[in-house]
Each structure stands twice: as structure tokens, then as C-alpha cells.
């Protein structure tokens, strides 16, 4: 195709670092390649995906071609696509997913992962991360914006528990319950070097947000959590107000878009009194008193003076 051959004549004229693809056309199916190539890729079928006009580019090909690279972010999807609009230019395939896991797993050196918008689902993902197990450098994994739930959250678990290189996970807007959230949660007691946690705009409530904070009482590297928007609640920020008052790790919290309420506001102001690394504290939408987010916003101050002071 010659989609794919273009792509292999770019990569073999620059020695790329970063390789970022905000979208990506499925292949065009060579029909002068003859009955033989159908029947072989029809063979391949049942081990690697769907039909072969549906599928995108092997990474495969490049990977051993980009000694530098370090970082690979791409889009499985079309975009502007007008009056041309068809699921299948969005669909993330079997054999992408297949071919793309086998690619990063090859790729020793890569240290960032991107797959933002691309419509994976719990299968394809727990298949990405299980290439992902003994990587030797990936230290930022990002599966924003797709749809993946608990089966992941137990997948990316199983990742930090054994995992010693990754730095930063991104989860944001999927569909991870308190299930995927606790099994997080249990690894994060494990795990030495995750320091940014994102779990936006998922559906982890009271629950998972509880397991979450008991994981917290028990981590000293995590610098920066955000769990805005996942339907937490008053007994959420009691378990969070012990964090507040016992993690001496945490720098930025991000819990905006959560009913933690008039009440929940005042446990988090006792429980922050005597903290004094909290540099960020999100609490926009969640429903506290202007009196407690006024004196929260005080030590959050004081504390970001004091790190000010001692950097100079």
C-alpha cells in the first residue's frame, strides 16, 4: 500500500525522537496484489483481527528503523473527516491492537505511550499493557479518552505492582468503577516510582475513592492525583481529610466536580490544618462552605510560600 510505504520513506530520512500522529487513516487494500494476498491475510485472521480494509498502519515496520525514538502518541481516527464520515475510519482494530503491542514491546527504548481517542475498549487495552509488563523504560502511559473499565483498572494494577520505571499514568474520561479503582488502589502500596495519577471523569464514587485514600496513607512517591469528576461524596472527604492530615508526599490534589458538600468542606479544613506540602488543592463544584475553601486556600498559600523560600 501505498500509505504504508510513504510512511516508511519519511521515517527512513529522519532520525525522530518523537513520533505524534494526531490521526490516522486506515490502510487502503492493494487489490493488484492478487488472490494470494487475500488468502493469506484471510489465514491471519483469526489471529490477528478483522477484514483488512478496516486496519491501519503496522508500527512493526518503523519501530527498528527509529533508534531515538522515545515517545509515540497517536490518534486511530480521522479528523475533519465532513460529509465523508464513516465508523470504520475510527474503528481501532484486532490486528492495530495486536500489531501495536508487539511494535512498543520491540521498541525497548520508548518512554512515552499515547493512545488518546482511539475507542479502546477493556479487551484491546488489557492486551496493549500485557506487552507492557517487563518494558524497561516506559515511563508515562497515557489511555485517555477511550472506553475501558474495571478490567483495565485490574490490568494497570497488575502493571504498578511490578513495574519499576513508570512515572505517570493518564486514565481520564473512560468508564473505570470502584472495582478498577480499588485494584489501582492496592497497587499504588506496592508500586515506588508512579508520581502523577489521572482518573478524571470516571465513575469510582464513595468506594473506590475510600480504597484510593487508604492506598494514599501508604505511599510516599505520588505527587499529584486528580479524581475530579467521579461522583464522590461527603464520606469521601472524611477518608481524605486523613490523608491530608497523615501523607507528607501529595503536592497536588485535584477533586473538583464531586459532591463533597458543606460538611465534607469542613473535615477537609481540620484535616489540612497541619499539612505542609499540599501545594495544589482543586475544589472548584464541590458544593463546600466559601469559608472552609477560603481557609484552605490559606495554608495551601502558606505552604506554596514556604516551598518559594526554600528554593531561593
Not at 527512513?12 to 490521526?23: A, E, H, K, N
Not at 483488512?52 to 533508534?67: A, E, M, R, T, V
Not at 475510600?210 to 505511599?219: G, Q, Y
Not at 461524596?233 to 491530608?244: N, P, T, W
Amino acid at each position: 500500500v501505498c500509505y504504508c510505504k510513504r510512511m516508511e520513506a519519511v521515517v527512513s530520512t529522519q532520525s525522530t525522537g518523537r513520533l505524534r500522529m494526531r490521526q490516522l487513516l486506515p490502510q487502503i487494500k492493494d487489490v493488484s496484489a492478487g488472490v494470494a494476498a487475500e488468502e493469506e491475510i484471510s489465514d491471519q485472521g483469526s489471529d490477528t483481527g478483522t477484514d483488512d480494509s478496516l486496519d491501519h498502519f503496522d508500527f512493526g515496520l518503523i519501530i527498528n528503523k527509529l533508534p531515538n525514538l522515545v515517545e509515540l502518541s497517536v490518534t486511530y481516527g480521522v479528523r475533519n473527516c465532513g460529509m465523508n464520515f464513516e465508523w470504520s475510519l475510527f474503528e481501532f482494530t484486532q490486528k492495530d491492537c495486536y500489531l501495536l503491542a508487539k511494535a512498543v514491546k520491540e521498541c525497548t527504548h520508548l518512554q512515552i505511550l499515547r493512545l488518546q481517542r482511539c475507542q479502546i475498549e477493556d479487551e484491546k487495552a488489557r492486551l496493549i499493557i500485557s506487552h507492557l509488563l517487563d518494558h524497561p523504560s516506559l515511563r508515562v502511559l497515557d489511555l485517555s479518552h477511550n472506553r475501558i473499565g474495571d478490567k483495565t483498572g485490574r490490568a494497570v494494577g497488575k502493571l504498578l505492582s511490578g513495574n519499576k520505571v513508570l512515572e505517570e499514568v493518564n486514565l481520564s474520561d473512560n468508564h473505570i468503577r470502584a472495582e478498577g479503582a480499588s485494584a489501582i488502589a492496592f497497587s499504588l502500596k506496592k508500586n515506588t516510582t508512579l508520581r502523577t495519577l489521572n482518573l478524571k471523569l470516571n465513575r469510582i464514587g464513595d468506594e473506590g475513592g475510600r480504597n484510593m485514600c487508604l492506598a494514599l496513607m501508604k505511599t510516599s512517591t505520588l505527587l499529584q492525583i486528580d479524581l475530579s469528576s467521579n461522583g464522590l461524596g461527603e464520606h469521601m472527604a472524611a477518608s481524605l481529610a486523613e490523608v491530608l492530615s497523615h501523607n507528607q508526599s501529595l503536592q497536588h490534589i485535584i477533586i473538583s466536580c464531586n459532591k463533597l458538600g458543606v460538611a465534607g468542606g469542613r473535615v477537609l479544613q481540620e484535616g489540612l490544618e497541619n499539612n505542609k506540602v499540599l501545594q495544589t488543592f482543586d475544589l472548584r463544584l464541590t458544593e463546600i462552605s466559601q469559608q472552609s475553601e477560603h481557609s484552605i486556600m490559606n495554608v495551601i498559600k502558606s505552604n506554596k510560600d514556604r516551598v518559594a523560600g526554600v528554593t531561593v
